[in-house]
């Protein structure tokens, strides 16, 4: 809801020096950096409500950055470029999210004195104080990137225009450029990541049920699994440059699909954890894949003057209905077992294929597209 405000209001002083995607950028990382800077100088054991306060300002300040920084990645490159960027962008989210995850851990680890079972706030201020000067990293690159060319807003004589223009035309727009087939990509958007995020749920329960330890599955997952991951986002880039995004985008939804097949087959084997490796290199390797070919194909949807808010839509219905049907899982596992549930999930990604093969079609019927220039163009 706040991405019409982002994609259209401009900052006094800042806009003017850094242009419209990066000024909204630095100020968003300068507020992430300040709230985590709060989080780490506030006990919250003297005082929980601030902490509460400083928490939801670095997620709404993380928030309105997600919405920059795709305005900024959609137009900072032609339709041919979108899947290199969405596989470098997956690249970069997962190696941060280690260093957010693991990283601050380890900090905190290092940084404590004595008994290591109470908790420190000596520790927990270090360790959350380095992830404000990591914000550092992210303002350099907004001050050494160049600016992205953008279209000129129209002028608005009153409030009421202004008001069109930030709210209604974004959606409009995207209607009057896909007549109906406006309807058949949210359904796209909207179930594409349905089998991953109905299946991923209940995977940790999965692990402890069938008698994994905690070390065996962190090491499978952060080590096998964040690995493959980013072998994953990059082969989804390549691809998208090769096959187009479309064909990759296909061959995402079929092996997110076939990956919980495995798991079907993982939950017959009980504890075996070469299984496990095998089982969760697979899924994440797909899922990278996928991630990296359906964030190339959300960004070749927007019209780059309305390219916030368009995205910000996108990859809100992109989750909506998938983790409104996880919230079943357990129920459906409980009554049924493991085994059917995961090829249940599988089977969750059959009309996805076809949205696929259907949303394709619809670009072929489309006039050709000159290289390095969008659609609506």
Do not use: C
Not at 226 to 236: C, D, K, Q, S
Not at 312 to 339: E, H, N, R, T
């Amino acid at each position: 809801m706040w991405a019409p405000l982002v994609d259209r209001l401009p900052i006094p002083l800042l806009t003017r020096w850094l242009g419209r995607r990066r000024s909204w950028l630095l100020l968003s990382q300068v507020l992430i950096a300040l709230g985590l800077t709060g989080m780490a100088l506030t006990d919250p054991k003297l005082a929980l409500d601030p902490v509460v306060w400083f928490a939801v300002m670095v997620a709404f300040a993380s928030a309105t950055q997600d919405i920059a920084l795709d305005a900024f990645r959609i137009e900072s490159a032609g339709t041919e470029r979108r899947g290199a960027l969405a596989a470098a962008y997956q690249t970069g989210y997962r190696l941060a999210m280690i260093w957010a995850g693991a990283g601050v851990l380890w900090i905190a680890a290092r940084a404590e004195i004595a008994d290591v079972s109470a908790y420190q706030h000596a520790a927990w201020q270090t360790a959350y104080l380095a992830m404000a000067l990591s914000m550092g990293v992210g303002m350099v690159t907004v001050l050494l990137s160049p600016e992205p060319v953008g279209r000129p807003m129209p002028p608005s004589r009153n409030f009421a225009e202004w008001l069109q223009g930030a709210l209604v035309d974004p959606f409009a727009d995207f209607i009057r450029r896909y007549r109906w087939h406006a309807a058949l990509i949210p359904g796209l958007i909207a179930v594409y990541r349905i089998s991953d995020v109905v299946m991923g749920i209940m995977a940790n329960p999965f692990y402890v049920d069938m008698g994994y330890t905690k070390e065996e599955v962190a090491t499978v997952s952060k080590f096998f699994g964040v690995i493959m991951t980013l072998v994953g986002a990059f082969l989804g880039g390549a691809l998208s440059l090769r096959l187009g995004v479309m064909r990759t985008l296909m061959l995402g939804a079929v092996l997110s699909a076939a990956t919980n097949l495995l798991f079907a087959w993982l939950a017959g084997r009980g504890h075996d954890v070469m299984g496990l490796v095998f089982v969760v290199s697979a899924d994440n390797l797909s899922g990278g894949i996928a991630s990296a070919a359906f964030v190339a194909y959300l960004s070749s949807l927007t019209n780059i003057q309305y390219s916030a808010t368009q995205y910000a839509l996108f990859s809100s219905m992109m989750l909506l209905l998938p983790k409104w049907m996880a919230g079943f899982s357990g129920k459906f596992v409980d009554a049924y077992g493991y085994a059917p549930f995961f090829i249940s999930t599988a089977v969750l990604g059959v009309p996805v294929l076809l949205l696929v093969w259907l949303a394709t079609r619809h670009l072929k019927g489309a006039p050709p597209e000159r290289p390095g220039v969008l659609a609506d163009d």
